[in-house]
C-alpha cells in the first residue's frame, strides 16, 4: 500500500510548506478566522513557492482551548467562522460587525472573550438565516445536514451541554447522559432552536472552510490536517458511543490515555483521555475510524494522526493516577485498521504517521507496511549530540522533516536554551554562526532528502519563546499565538521561494 504523491520517478517529488493554525492569522475579531487573513496567507505560501500548509486539529475546542480537546472530531471549530464572510453572504451587515471591542493584545488570543463577542453575531447570523429568501443558500444547507449525519448527534450534545450550563455530559439529566433513541428525538424538539442554531454553525464553519480550501487547491497548495489518536471525554463522539470505549457504568473513563515519561516530561503526559474498545471497533469493522478518516480527507489534502505508536500499542493509565507513570503498555489494533480503512477509502491513503517518543520495532514496521511517511524533527538532532536518526545524513526519502513541531520551542528560543554543545553541533553540521538559526535549520530541511519539508511560521519570521504555540504538560497560556499583516514580509516570501527553488521543491 502506498500512500498519495509517492513517486517512482528518478527525480522523486520533493514538497515544502508552512505549519500554522487559523487561530493565528490577522483580524479585527481577537482571533484569526477563515476570510481575509487566511487568503493572504495562503497569497504569501504561493508567492514564497509552497505547496504545503500544515493546521493543528480544526473541531470545537473544549477544556484549555487545546486542538486535540475537542467536542467533536468530525465538528468544526466556530470560533474560525469569519464575520466578514458572513457580510457577503448577506447573513449579517456592516452594521453588525461595526462595534469590535477593544482587544488587550492583537498578538494573543483571549478565547473566553472571542467566544462571547463572536456567539453575538452567530446568533443575529442564525436569526437572519431562518427569514432569509437565498433559496441557494437553504438548498445547500439541506444537502450539508444530507451528507453528515455526524451533525444530528453533535448539535444535540451541543445543545444539551448549554442546557446543562456546560457540565461534562456524564453530570447531565440521566435520561439524555445515557440516551436511547427515543430520548434523543424528545430532547431534540424539546432544545429545537438550540440544536438547529448549532446545525447552522457547523455548516456555515464548512462552507467558508470549503471555500478556503479551494482557494489554496486552485493555487496548488495542498492542506495537510492533523488529528488526535484520542478523543475528549466530553465529546460527542464518546456520549453518542459509549460502547466504542473503555467506561464504566457512569460513562467515566476506566483507563485513560497518555506516555510515559519522555523528552517533554519527567512524570509522562497523562492526557485522560478515554482509551478505545478495540474489540467493539472490530465488530463494527471499524466503521467510526472509516468514518472519521473519510470525513477528515474531504477537508484536507493529506492527514497526520498524532500519536501514531498508539495503534501498535498504548499507555493505558489507571483513572485515578494523577500522573502517567503508573501506566502499562497495550496491544493495540495494528494493521487490521488500516488494512480496514484501506479497503473502504483505496490503498493510497495520504496518512502521515506522528512517529515520535517511545518508538519500537514494531511501530516502524507498521508505519511502514502501508508507507506512512514518518517524521523527523531537527531540534531533536542536536537535543542529543551523538548520532541519532534525527540526523538528515539518516534520512529516507519516506519521510516529513521538521524544524519543530507546534509542541517544540521555536527554533530561536531553542538555540537560546541549547547547551554550549549543542549550539557547537549546529554550527558544524549546518556550517553556519548561529545568528540566523531558524533560517539556517529551514535551509538544512529543505536540502534534506526528505519527501516534505515543513517548518512552523514563526521559524519563518525568527521568531522567539514568546512565540510558541504549545508547552506540553502545562494547561494555561498556551494556543493563543498571533501575528500581525506587517510580520508576513515580503522580502521572506522571496528569500523562501529562492531557497525552495535551490533545492528542487518547486
Same mark, same amino acid.
Given at each position: 500500500?502506498?500512500?498519495?504523491?509517492?513517486?517512482?520517478?528518478?527525480?522523486?517529488?520533493?514538497?515544502?510548506?508552512?505549519?500554522?493554525?487559523?487561530?493565528?492569522?490577522?483580524?479585527?475579531?481577537?482571533?484569526?478566522?477563515?476570510?481575509?487573513?487566511?487568503?493572504?496567507?495562503?497569497?504569501?505560501?504561493?508567492?514564497?513557492?509552497?505547496?504545503?500548509?500544515?493546521?493543528?486539529?480544526?473541531?470545537?475546542?473544549?477544556?484549555?482551548?487545546?486542538?486535540?480537546?475537542?467536542?467533536?472530531?468530525?465538528?468544526?471549530?466556530?470560533?474560525?467562522?469569519?464575520?466578514?464572510?458572513?457580510?457577503?453572504?448577506?447573513?449579517?451587515?456592516?452594521?453588525?460587525?461595526?462595534?469590535?471591542?477593544?482587544?488587550?493584545?492583537?498578538?494573543?488570543?483571549?478565547?473566553?472573550?472571542?467566544?462571547?463577542?463572536?456567539?453575538?453575531?452567530?446568533?443575529?447570523?442564525?436569526?437572519?438565516?431562518?427569514?432569509?429568501?437565498?433559496?441557494?443558500?437553504?438548498?445547500?444547507?439541506?444537502?450539508?445536514?444530507?451528507?453528515?449525519?455526524?451533525?444530528?448527534?453533535?448539535?444535540?450534545?451541543?445543545?444539551?451541554?448549554?442546557?446543562?450550563?456546560?457540565?461534562?455530559?456524564?453530570?447531565?439529566?440521566?435520561?439524555?447522559?445515557?440516551?436511547?433513541?427515543?430520548?434523543?428525538?424528545?430532547?431534540?424538539?424539546?432544545?429545537?432552536?438550540?440544536?438547529?442554531?448549532?446545525?447552522?454553525?457547523?455548516?456555515?464553519?464548512?462552507?467558508?472552510?470549503?471555500?478556503?480550501?479551494?482557494?489554496?487547491?486552485?493555487?496548488?497548495?495542498?492542506?495537510?490536517?492533523?488529528?488526535?489518536?484520542?478523543?475528549?471525554?466530553?465529546?460527542?463522539?464518546?456520549?453518542?458511543?459509549?460502547?466504542?470505549?473503555?467506561?464504566?457504568?457512569?460513562?467515566?473513563?476506566?483507563?485513560?490515555?497518555?506516555?510515559?515519561?519522555?523528552?517533554?516530561?519527567?512524570?509522562?503526559?497523562?492526557?485522560?483521555?478515554?482509551?478505545?474498545?478495540?474489540?467493539?471497533?472490530?465488530?463494527?469493522?471499524?466503521?467510526?475510524?472509516?468514518?472519521?478518516?473519510?470525513?477528515?480527507?474531504?477537508?484536507?489534502?493529506?492527514?497526520?494522526?498524532?500519536?501514531?505508536?498508539?495503534?501498535?500499542?498504548?499507555?493505558?493509565?489507571?483513572?485515578?493516577?494523577?500522573?502517567?507513570?503508573?501506566?502499562?503498555?497495550?496491544?493495540?489494533?495494528?494493521?487490521?485498521?488500516?488494512?480496514?480503512?484501506?479497503?473502504?477509502?483505496?490503498?493510497?491513503?495520504?496518512?502521515?504517521?506522528?512517529?515520535?517518543?517511545?518508538?519500537?520495532?514494531? %511501530?516502524?514496521?507498521?508505519?511502514?507496511?502501508?508507507?506512512?511517511?514518518?517524521?523527523? %524533527?531537527?531540534?531533536?538532532?542536536?537535543?542529543?549530540?551523538?548520532?541519532?536518526?534525527?540526523?538528515?545524513?539518516?534520512?529516507?526519502?519516506?519521510? %516529513?522533516?521538521?524544524?519543530?513541531?507546534?509542541?517544540?520551542?521555536?527554533?530561536?528560543?531553542?538555540?537560546?536554551?541549547?547547551?554550549?554543545?549543542?549550539?557547537?553541533?549546529?554550527?558544524?553540521?549546518?556550517?553556519?554562526?548561529?545568528?540566523?538559526?531558524?533560517?539556517?535549520?529551514?535551509?538544512?530541511?529543505?536540502?534534506?532528502?526528505?519527501?516534505?519539508?515543513?517548518?512552523?511560521?514563526?521559524?519563518?519570521?525568527?521568531?522567539?519563546?514568546?512565540?510558541?504555540?504549545?508547552?506540553?504538560?502545562?494547561?494555561?497560556?498556551?494556543?493563543?499565538?498571533?501575528?500581525?499583516?506587517?510580520?508576513?514580509?515580503?522580502?521572506?516570501?522571496?528569500?523562501?521561494?529562492?531557497?525552495?527553488?535551490?533545492?528542487?521543491?518547486?
Amino acid at each position: 500500500m502506498r500512500t498519495k504523491a509517492v513517486s517512482d520517478s528518478p527525480l522523486k517529488e520533493r514538497l515544502s510548506g508552512i505549519l500554522v493554525h487559523p487561530t493565528s492569522f490577522p483580524s479585527p475579531y481577537g482571533i484569526g478566522d477563515l476570510g481575509q487573513g487566511a487568503r493572504d496567507f495562503i497569497d504569501f505560501l504561493e508567492r514564497a513557492g509552497q505547496h504545503l500548509w500544515q493546521v493543528l486539529p480544526l473541531g470545537p475546542t473544549g477544556f484549555g482551548n487545546s486542538p486535540y480537546q475537542s467536542y467533536s472530531s468530525f465538528a468544526g471549530q466556530p470560533l474560525l467562522i469569519s464575520p466578514d464572510e458572513l457580510v457577503k453572504d448577506g447573513l449579517l451587515t456592516q452594521k453588525d460587525i461595526k462595534n469590535i471591542p477593544h482587544w488587550d493584545n492583537e498578538l494573543r488570543v483571549d478565547f473566553d472573550a472571542v467566544a462571547e463577542y463572536k456567539e453575538t453575531l452567530f446568533l443575529k447570523a442564525y436569526a437572519n438565516f431562518t427569514e432569509t429568501d437565498d433559496k441557494e443558500l437553504t438548498k445547500e444547507y439541506r444537502s450539508f445536514l444530507r451528507k453528515n449525519d455526524w451533525v444530528k448527534d453533535y448539535s444535540l450534545f451541543m445543545a444539551c451541554k448549554k442546557a446543562h450550563d456546560g457540565v461534562n455530559w456524564q453530570e447531565w439529566d440521566k435520561e439524555i447522559a445515557r440516551p436511547t433513541e427515543a430520548a434523543k428525538e424528545k430532547w431534540t424538539k424539546k432544545l429545537k432552536k438550540e440544536v438547529d442554531y448549532y446545525r447552522f454553525i457547523q455548516f456555515i464553519f464548512f462552507r467558508q472552510w470549503n471555500n478556503l480550501k479551494n482557494y489554496a487547491n486552485n493555487k496548488e497548495i495542498e492542506i495537510i490536517g492533523d488529528i488526535p489518536i484520542f478523543i475528549s471525554s466530553d465529546s460527542s463522539d464518546v456520549w453518542a458511543n459509549p460502547t466504542l470505549f473503555q467506561l464504566d457504568s457512569k460513562g467515566y473513563p476506566t483507563k485513560v490515555a497518555g506516555v510515559p515519561p519522555d523528552y517533554f516530561s519527567a512524570t509522562g503526559q497523562l492526557w485522560g483521555n478515554p482509551l478505545y474498545d478495540w474489540k467493539e471497533h472490530k465488530k463494527t469493522g471499524y466503521a467510526w475510524w472509516i468514518n472519521r478518516v473519510k470525513a477528515q480527507l474531504t477537508v484536507t489534502d493529506y492527514l497526520r494522526i498524532d500519536h501514531f505508536r498508539g495503534f501498535e500499542a498504548y499507555w493505558a493509565v489507571p483513572a485515578k493516577e494523577e500522573t502517567a507513570i503508573n501506566g502499562k503498555w497495550i496491544k493495540g489494533p495494528g494493521a487490521d485498521l488500516f488494512n480496514a480503512i484501506a479497503a473502504a477509502l483505496g490503498d493510497d491513503l495520504p496518512i502521515i504517521a506522528e512517529d515520535l517518543g517511545v518508538i519500537t520495532p514494531e %511501530v516502524e514496521a507498521l508505519r511502514d507496511k502501508f508507507e506512512f511517511p514518518g517524521m523527523k %524533527v531537527l531540534q531533536f538532532a542536536y537535543d542529543d549530540v551523538n548520532e541519532n536518526a534525527f540526523l538528515p545524513h539518516h534520512y529516507p526519502y519516506n519521510c %516529513v522533516c521538521y524544524s519543530g513541531t507546534h509542541d517544540n520551542d521555536t527554533t530561536v528560543g531553542w538555540y537560546k536554551n541549547a547547551n554550549n554543545l549543542s549550539k557547537d553541533k549546529v554550527r558544524r553540521y549546518m556550517g553556519c554562526d548561529g545568528n540566523n538559526v531558524s533560517w539556517d535549520f529551514l535551509v538544512t530541511a529543505w536540502k534534506s532528502v526528505a519527501r516534505m519539508a515543513i517548518v512552523p511560521l514563526q521559524d519563518v519570521m525568527r521568531m522567539d519563546s514568546d512565540a510558541r504555540m504549545n508547552i506540553p504538560g502545562t494547561a494555561e497560556g498556551n494556543w493563543v499565538w498571533r501575528y500581525n499583516k506587517e510580520q508576513l514580509k515580503e522580502e521572506d516570501a522571496i528569500n523562501l521561494r529562492l531557497t525552495t527553488e535551490l533545492f528542487g521543491r518547486c
